[in-house]
C-alpha cells in the first residue's frame, strides 16, 4: 500500500514568489496535516484538516494557507516567499482528527529560497 | 523557553553500548508522549509511545515522569543501523498537534 505521498520532493524559489505544495494521504485517512522542519531543528506544526475542514493553525504568518479536496489530499500554499521559509515541508497523515496514535509522514518537498 | 527540550548530542557510542536521552517538556497539561525516530534526510518515524507506567519494546525502553515533566529513552545493545535523530514529541490535550522537540543525535560506531 502507498504511503503518504508528497510532491515535489525538491524545489528552488525566489523571493517574494509563491509556492504550492501537495500530498495525498494514506487511503482510508481523512486527517492531514503539515508541518515545517528547519534544518537542525524538529518539526513545527502548521495546519491539520480533517473531512476538508481545518481544525487546528500553528503560529505562521497568514502567508501560509492549506486546504483539503473531497479526496483527502491537501495543498500547502506560501505566498510572499522569504529566505527562512527554506525548509522540508513534511505531510503527516492518520485516521482520525485527534492525536491517539501514530501519524504518518511523506519524505517531505524540500524547499530552497534564493 | 522551547516547549519540548533535548540535549541536541551528537551521543558517539560503540556498537553495544547502552544509551539514554533524556527530554523534558514545560506544559503540565501535556497527555501523550512519543519517541520519534528519523534518519538522515528522512521523514520521522513513530519509535513507540510513552506510557505513564513506562513501556518496553525490544532494545527500547521508555519512561514518563510527570512530576518532573522529563521523557527518557533508553537503547540497550546499540546497532550501527540505530544512529539517528531521536525526536522527542508531546500533545497537550489530545489535541490536533505533535510538539517536537529539536532531536538527539545519536551516532553508533563499530
Known amino acids: 500500500d502507498a504511503g503518504v505521498t508528497q510532491s515535489p520532493t525538491h524545489l528552488i524559489k525566489t523571493r517574494g514568489q509563491h509556492v504550492t505544495l501537495r500530498c495525498s494521504p494514506i487511503s482510508g485517512h481523512k486527517s492531514v496535516s503539515w508541518y515545517q522542519q528547519v534544518l537542525g531543528q524538529g518539526p513545527q506544526f502548521i495546519f491539520q484538516y480533517y473531512e476538508k475542514e481545518e481544525r487546528g493553525r500553528g503560529n505562521f504568518p497568514d502567508r501560509f494557507s492549506a486546504r483539503q479536496f473531497p479526496n483527502y489530499s491537501s495543498e500547502l500554499n506560501v505566498n510572499a516567499l522569504l529566505l527562512g521559509d527554506s525548509a522540508l515541508y513534511l505531510c503527516a497523515s492518520s485516521l482520525l482528527a485527534g492525536v491517539t496514535g501514530e501519524l504518518f509522514f511523506g519524505e517531505g518537498s524540500r524547499l530552497t529560497v534564493l | 523557553r522551547k516547549e519540548v527540550e533535548q540535549d541536541p548530542g551528537p551521543f558517539n557510542v560503540p556498537e553495544g553500548a547502552t544509551v539514554a536521552f533524556n527530554c523534558t517538556y514545560s506544559n503540565s497539561a501535556s497527555q501523550s508522549f512519543f519517541w520519534y525516530r528519523q534518519d538522515c534526510r528522512k521523514e520521522p518515524k513513530l519509535l513507540m509511545s510513552?506510557?505513564?507506567s513506562g513501556n518496553e519494546d525490544g532494545r527500547f525502553t521508555a519512561q514518563l515522569n510527570r512530576a518532573s515533566q522529563y521523557i527518557s529513552l533508553l537503547i540497550r545493545d546499540s546497532k550501527l543501523s540505530d544512529s539517528a535523530t531521536y525526536l522527542c514529541v508531546v500533545n497537550v490535550d489530545s489535541s490536533y498537534k505533535l510538539i517536537f522537540g529539536s532531536g538527539t543525535r545519536l551516532l553508533v560506531r563499530p
Open positions: 510513552v506510557y505513564s
